[in-house]
């Protein structure tokens, strides 16, 4: 295939408005990889702006938005259009924010107007997805007959999609099947194949695995390294944080997704994780304030219905704030059986709050209680729970465990963390371990094997080591320094290091020669010869 950024710069030199149009369509249309429509976005400031500002020019935008995986820029286009352009990219929209009616008339409109090819492959998976939404009896018929006859590429999307309507309605099994398969009609695409393993991420802790929910986010990793592949990362990171109750860890995962996620919807659902974190950590104000951030990214903070209120309802209700609980309550919406069950509880702890008669659950809802997994929700509502008799899982205790008897290895939760035992920071956890988990930083300095031959440079490589240190362990405060201490942070229980047995001396820190490893192997050496 030719490069697309030259047959553009070709058309351009020709003044030929409608074939560079088209040119960027197809492109968009017919890309394998996500990724490859990217240099395309980057191109367009090259493209005259009232051919951009054209129907046509719209088109072409919205399918580089759509394929490049674009939502933000998506979102703004569309808002700067007219309403009645761009239909399928208008329900495509409506679909990832969870509009059920709008997304399914404009589905229906999108199909009806739609030629054959790839926009209607795009207008009937919305379709399909449109009538999940809305639970009609329909729904799976409909995917699969896009499934059927649509060519690899959004057959893959549409698989993915339906993968998604599935988990939001139980039904854990065939859903991870539609994403194995997406992986074989994805297998060109790391974009979208990064997509499918975050959502297995997902089903896994539906699931309560959260071991396979690790694998799947390994494997997420291994093709995602930065960037556009990167940012699909921060929401399944954040699910499984908060599973293993890594609060601070969670916490850091929603913050910096402002920064790197461009999907609103990707956004809105990290930062209610991350609301959830600052909950169970004491902080009710800063849950509110994230939460209020997630519903103004759905834009529905002050008016309109959407899922994203039900979470913006609980942290209400863990604040105490019972008016505007019961306000955002009255706008949100319960989709799925997963947001069933949430909207059932905002309005069961509302009911309590307000000191009324406890609210009675279906035998829908009684069957989802009897199998709540959100360890999550013990702290926004542990009155409610107790009153339902409710028992949900026990999160993991959060666990640091670090082993001395040879090379420096740390494990986080049974997670083997990436760290080099010949880098400073490896001996300089080492140390901290050994003394309890706290050291000044002279003691650090006549310790650690730094590089540097001034005072100064040892210095700076001491703050490059702590740097490094908190990085691997996966939060700013792991690692503190205040008032010339260097001290772990308590947020985990730290286990008692690994030591090598008697006789093993040298394997302490193997591979390590700071002063105070070679001070330990002579000591704890001569201390094992007979006198």
């Known amino acids: 295939m030719a490069d697309p950024l030259i047959t553009l710069r070709q058309l351009l030199l020709r003044d030929d408005a409608e074939g560079t149009l088209n040119h960027l369509i197809r492109t968009a249309q017919h890309s394998s990889r996500a990724a490859d429509v990217l240099p395309v976005i980057a191109a367009l400031p090259e493209v005259p702006q009232d051919w951009i500002g054209s129907e046509l020019g719209g088109l072409a935008l919205a399918w580089l938005f759509f394929r490049g995986m674009q939502h933000r820029q998506l979102d703004d286009l569309l808002d700067a259009r007219p309403p009645g352009q761009l239909l399928p990219f208008r329900a495509h929209l409506h ?17 009806l107007q739609a030629p054959d090819g790839p926009t209607r492959s795009v207008t009937l998976t919305q379709l399909a997805g449109a009538a999940a939404l809305l639970n009609l009896p329909t729904w799976k018929e409909l995917y699969r007959f ?9 057959r893959g999307l549409a698989r993915v999609q339906f993968a998604f309507d599935l988990q939001h309605h139980q039904e854990v099994g065939e859903a991870t099947t539609e994403l194995t398969r997406a992986l074989g009609d994805l297998r060109h695409d790391p974009t979208t194949s990064t997509y499918v393993y975050r959502t297995l991420v997902s089903i896994a802790l ?19 390294q930065d960037g556009l592949l990167a940012s699909e990362l921060f929401l399944p990171r954040a699910m499984l944080t908060i599973s293993l109750a890594q609060y601070p860890i969670t916490l850091r995962t929603a913050i910096s997704a402002r920064e790197c996620v461009s999907a609103p919807d990707r956004l809105a659902a990290t930062l209610v994780i991350g609301a959830q974190a600052l909950a169970l950590s004491g902080q009710t104000f800063e849950a509110v304030l994230m939460a209020q951030e997630a519903a103004a990214l759905h834009r529905v903070l002050d008016s309109g219905r959407h899922a994203v209120l039900n979470h913006l309802t609980l942290a ?7 008016p505007r609980a019961q306000e955002a309550l009255s706008r949100a919406d ?22 009324g008669e406890p609210l009675p659950p279906s035998d829908g809802i009684r ?17 409610l729970l107790e009153q339902y008799g409710v028992v949900t899982f026990a999160p993991p205790e959060w666990t640091v465990r670090v082993s001395l008897a040879g090379p420096v290895r740390v494990w986080m939760s049974g997670d083997e963390l990436p760290l080099r035992s010949t880098r400073p920071e490896a001996g300089l956890l080492a140390l901290l371990v050994t003394a309890g988990g706290q050291v000044s930083r002279e003691r650090a300095l006549d310790a650690l094997d730094l590089p540097g031959k001034t005072p100064t440079a040892r210095r700076k490589a001491l703050s490059a080591a702590v740097a490094a240190l908190r990085e691997l362990l996966g939060w700013p405060g792991a690692l503190t320094v205040d008032g010339g201490v260097l001290r772990l942070s308590d947020a985990p229980r730290w286990e008692e290091p690994t030591l090598p047995g008697p006789g093993r001396e040298d394997f302490f820190c193997e591979g390590r020669f700071d002063p105070w490893v070679l001070e330990w192997r002579e000591e704890r ?5 007979p006198d």
């Open 95 to 111: 679909l990832i924010h969870r509009r059920s009616d709008l997304a399914l008339n404009l589905a229906r409109l999108s199909v």
């Open 146 to 154: 896009q499934i059927a006859q649509a060519p690899p590429i959004y």
């Open 206 to 224: 539906d699931t309560n695995q959260p071991g396979a929910a690790l694998n799947a986010l390994r494997k997420a990793e291994s093709i995602a």
């Open 316 to 322: 209400y209700l863990h604040a105490g704030d019972l």
């Open 334 to 355: 319960s989709y799925s059986q997963h947001a069933g069950t949430l909207s059932w509880l905002a309005r069961a702890e509302c009911a309590r709050q307000a000191g």
């Open 367 to 383: 069957a989802q209680l009897a199998t709540l997994r959100w360890s999550w929700v013990r702290a926004y509502l542990p009155a």
């Open 525 to 529: 050496s001569l201390g094992g010869v």
